[in-house]
C-alpha cells in the first residue's frame, strides 16, 4: 500500500511511512509528535480506504491517501479517469430527461403541499402524491407540464414544495405514441 500526501501545493507519493513522515517533517507547518506519527501508522496498517485529514491549525489540513497506484502519475490518472466517469454519468443521466421521444407519459409526483390549520391559523406540510398521464415531447416535458398544472391550481399553495426531477419522488414511464 503506498501513500499520497498533500499539504496546500506540497504533495508527494510514499512508499513507506518513513518517506511520508520526512516529507512531513520538511514542512515547517507541521508538527510531527510522536502522538501524530502512532495515529498515521494505525491509520496506514487499518483496512480503512477512506482519505484522512490531519489539522494543521485553524483551518489548515493536510490529507494522507492510500491507494494501490505504483505512482504518483498512476495516482491523478485514475483520479482523472474516475472524475471523467462521473461527470460522464451525470451527462448521461441529464440527457435521458431531454430525450426527445413524443407520446403519452405515465408522470407521478410526491409533493410537499402547503395545508393550512384552521384552529391555529398556521400552515403544516403534508406529502401528497400526484399523478397524471400527459402527452410530452420528453421525460423533462412530462415533469414540466405536472408542476406547472399544480402551480396552476387554486387549491395548492404557492409554497408547496416540488421534487426535483432526479429525485426518487418523480417517476415517469413512456406508454407510447397511442394509448386505449
Known amino acids: 500500500m503506498n501513500l499520497y500526501l498533500r499539504y496546500f501545493d506540497n504533495e508527494t507519493f510514499a512508499y513507506s511511512l518513513e518517506e ?15 502522538f501524530l506519527m502512532s495515529d498515521i501508522a494505525q491509520y496506514v496498517e487499518s483496512s480503512n480506504m477512506y482519505p484522512k485529514r490531519y ?15 505504483a505512482s504518483m502519475e498512476e495516482f491523478k490518472n485514475i483520479g482523472a479517469a474516475t472524475r471523467d466517469g462521473q461527470s460522464d454519468m451525470s451527462k448521461n443521466r441529464t440527457d435521458v430527461f431531454s430525450e ?38 420528453s421525460r423533462q416535458d412530462c415533469y414540466n407540464k405536472i408542476i406547472d398544472h399544480l402551480r396552476s391550481r387554486n387549491d395548492i399553495d404557492t409554497r408547496s414544495q416540488f421534487p426535483s426531477i432526479k429525485g426518487k419522488n418523480f417517476e415517469c414511464v413512456y406508454r407510447g405514441m397511442n394509448i386505449e
Open 100 to 137: 426527445y421521444n413524443p407520446g403519452w407519459y405515465d408522470g407521478s409526483i410526491m409533493f410537499k403541499r402547503v395545508i393550512p390549520i384552521p384552529q391555529t391559523q398556521k400552515f403544516q406540510y403534508v406529502d401528497t402524491f400526484f399523478v397524471a398521464r400527459v402527452k410530452a415531447y
Open 20 to 34: 511520508a513522515f520526512d516529507f512531513l517533517q520538511s514542512i515547517p507547518d507541521i508538527d510531527l509528535d510522536e
Open 55 to 69: 489539522k494543521v491549525h485553524g483551518k489548515a489540513y493536510f490529507i494522507i491517501i492510500k491507494t494501490t497506484a
